[in-house]
Nanobody, 115 residues
């Protein structure tokens, strides 16, 4: 069963921080080598912002490099996204998925950066 359950979003002021979590079904977490965090802002296409491989290689979109950190906890089948120095343009619904993504998506978690 494919399952992505995202949480941790909310309303935060510019410059603030949030930590997103995504619990992934064990079969997905075990079979796929690369996990990613994606986001979709209103009126825009969904984009990949960070990815993390089984071997520990991480990649980030230029827009979040130096501010976001992706990590995973294999024992908990969970992927995290630590977001610091948040900007209004980070406002979006955030999703986790494998990379390249599957057709199935979780419900996402809303992040709103506003004063």
């Amino acid at each position: 069963q494919v399952q992505f359950v995202e949480s941790g979003g909310g309303l935060v002021q510019p410059g603030g921080s949030l930590r997103l979590s995504c619990v992934v079904s064990r079969s997905i977490f075990t079979f796929y080598g690369i996990m990613g965090w994606y986001r979709q802002a209103p009126g825009k296409q969904r984009e990949l912002v960070a990815s993390n491989s089984n071997g520990g290689t991480t990649n980030y979109a230029d827009s979040v490099k130096g501010r976001f950190t992706i990590s995973r906890d294999r024992a908990k089948n969970t992927v995290y996204l630590q977001m610091n120095s948040l900007k209004p343009e980070d406002t979006a619904v955030y999703y986790c998925n494998v990379y390249p993504s599957l057709e199935y998506w979780g419900q996402g978690t809303q992040v709103t950066v506003s004063s």
